[in-house]
Every structure is written in structure tokens, then in C-alpha cells.
């Protein structure tokens, strides 16, 4: 444990500041990108079509052909093709409609939400430290959004929102059935489904843009290559050498850098109070990872439920 806290602020910190710094940037370049006249089907096809080439290059490589149960393959698949592209695709539409920075905060309501979920499942007891937590993000969240939500646009702030849900639950779904699985593995699955998905969803619609100007496309890649690719090989290795509930609380800076990032490239502005409100999530959000979990009429115990609040162990 010592070792552990000690690497804390060395190369392991230092990776997951990258990480954060990746996954921070992801909502800018999706400002860009659309700006680019880039279609939504568009940029998350490329987006996890590359990510399931490099992974499962990787995964192969290192550890050959993984021999899972038709159930564990069947959850992947719906995990990546409906939880997670829903996801990705609700986070960065919500951006058309909303700040960059605000959508960043709001996303980051689902580490509270994972908790109010595991409660309501029965997964673990409410602890005081928890509630506490559930307080400070509930207050968080409306000094962000403001008590008559004026001047914010209700589809953005739904979407937004609508991401943290989904995000909650795909990484309670995760934690329960992907323990037989590596990351490299589930990450190669998750991403190949959902690059099926909106590889259909494009065709079927018509909604897919080729012809993209050369700046368009590099944000693109950007997207594949800093927010998803780098991002979750320095956060898997950050996180091997400081653990995930460090790695956890390092990549509660990802909304503070997209804040500092949307303010100087795109000159948006958030009020003190909403600034305030965004230091309130994400301290709600800390306190949720810090809190001991157990579960229901066990809490005497010394076995802790691992429920953790990150997904980015599961896919990018």
C-alpha cells in the first residue's frame, strides 16, 4: 500500500494526467468537427472502427484469441452496440446544443449516479460518507443548470444528462459481467460493436459525410487518436501502477480541463455559480469513489464491493 501511494505522484499520476487531458479534449474537437459539417455517424464510425482495429491488433498479439462464453461475447456486444453508442452519441450531440464546458459537468454527474444505482439495486448499503456525497452533487447540479434553467438550451442539458445515465448504468452492467474479461478484450469488442452500430445507423440513414475538408478530418482522428486510442493506454497503465480508485480521482480534473480549453478556444463563459456548482459534482463525485462500499446487512464485514465509478477500464 505504501509503494502504491507513493507511485501515486509519480509515472502513474503522470499517465492519468495524460489520460484526463485526452479524454478532456473530446468535446472540443466534436465542437470542431461538427463545425466541419462532420455527421455525428460520421465521426463515431472512424472514432471506434480505429479503436477496434489498434485494440484488437493488441489484444490479439499479446493475448491470442480469447475463449469466452456465448453470454459474455452477447453482453459486449450489446454493452458497445446499444449502452455505450448511445452514450457517445448523446455526449457529443449534446454539444450542438450546448457549452462544451457545461456538458463536460454534467457528464460528470454519473459517479453519483453509479452510487444512487447500486443503492437502488441493492448492491450496497447508502453510507453516510456516500450520502453526503449524493448531497453535494445534487446541490452541484443545480447551481450549474441555475434554478429556471434560462438561457440553456433543455435538448443539450437532456442529453447531456441522458450520457450520465447511460454511463451509470453501463458501468454497473460492466463491473458485474466483464470480470472474466480483460480490458484489452473488452475494450476490442465494445469498440467493434459500436462502430457496427453506427456503421448501420450511417447507411441506413444517409447521415454519413465523406467529403470533409482536411482540418475536419484531422480533428477526426484527433477524436481516435488523443481522446480514445492514447487516452485509454495511458489510463490502463497509470492505473496498473496507482489503482483505480486514484486513477478515479486524478480523472476528476477531465470537466476542469475541458472548462479551461472551451473558455480559450471558444471564449465560453460560466458564472461563478456555476462554476461553483461544478467544483460541488465533481468533489460529490470524489467522495462517492472514496466512500467504503458494502453490501446490504454485511456492512460489519470487512469484504468491500467493488463497484468501481470509472468505466474507462471497460472502453474508451
Given amino acids: ?10 509515472p502513474g499520476a503522470v499517465l492519468i494526467f495524460i489520460s484526463t487531458l485526452g479524454f478532456s479534449v473530446y468535446p472540443i474537437l466534436g465542437k470542431f ?23 484488437g491488433t493488441i489484444a ?3 493475448e491470442g484469441f480469447p475463449h469466452l462464453p456465448g453470454k459474455t461475447w452477447l453482453t459486449m456486444w450489446c454493452m458497445g452496440g446499444i449502452g455505450y453508442s448511445l452514450m457517445a452519441g448523446f455526449y457529443l450531440s449534446s454539444v450542438r446544443y450546448i457549452p462544451a464546458s457545461l456538458a463536460a459537468l454534467l457528464l460528470y454527474a454519473y459517479p453519483i449516479i ?12 447508502l453510507s453516510g460518507l456516500k450520502l453526503v456525497g449524493l448531497l453535494l452533487s445534487t446541490l452541484g447540479l443545480i447551481l450549474v443548470l441555475g434554478l429556471a434553467l434560462k438561457g440553456i438550451n433543455p435538448l443539450g442539458i437532456a442529453l447531456a444528462l441522458g450520457a450520465a445515465f447511460l454511463y451509470a448504468v453501463y ?3 460492466g463491473n458485474h459481467v466483464l470480470r472474466t474479461t480483460t480490458p484489452l478484450v473488452s475494450t476490442s469488442m465494445i469498440s467493434i460493436s459500436a462502430a457496427v452500430t453506427y456503421g448501420i445507423v450511417g447507411l441506413a440513414t444517409g447521415g454519413t459525410t465523406w467529403t470533409l475538408s482536411w482540418g475536419t478530418w484531422m480533428g477526426i482522428g484527433g477524436i481516435a487518436l488523443f481522446s480514445t486510442i492514447i487516452a485509454m493506454l495511458t489510463f490502463f497503465q497509470g492505473m496498473k501502477l496507482i489503482g483505480a480508485t486514484s486513477a478515479s480521482i486524478i480523472s476528476t480534473l477531465e470537466p476542469v480541463m475541458t472548462v479551461v480549453l472551451a473558455v480559450f478556444l471558444f471564449s465560453e463563459h460560466l458564472s461563478l455559480l456555476q462554476m461553483a456548482g461544478g467544483v460541488l459534482v465533481i468533489l ?6 472514496l466512500a467504503p462500499s458494502f453490501p446490504p446487512n454485511r456492512k460489519g464485514k ?3 464491493v467493488e463497484i468501481q465509478t470509472t468505466g474507462k477500464n471497460f472502453v474508451p
Fill in 1 to 10: 500500500m505504501g509503494n502504491q501511494q507513493k507511485q501515486a505522484v509519480g
Fill in 60 to 62: 490479439l498479439i499479446r
Fill in 114 to 125: 453509479v452510487t444512487v444505482l447500486a443503492v437502488l439495486s441493492r448492491q450496497e448499503e
Fill in 171 to 173: 458501468i454497473l452492467l
Fill in 284 to 289: 460529490g463525485g470524489i467522495v462517492a469513489v
Fill in 302 to 304: 470487512a469484504e468491500r
Fill in 33 to 55: 468537427v461538427f463545425a466541419g459539417g462532420a455527421a455525428l455517424a460520421t465521426v463515431l464510425f472512424v472514432r471506434f472502427i480505429l479503436a477496434a482495429l489498434f485494440f
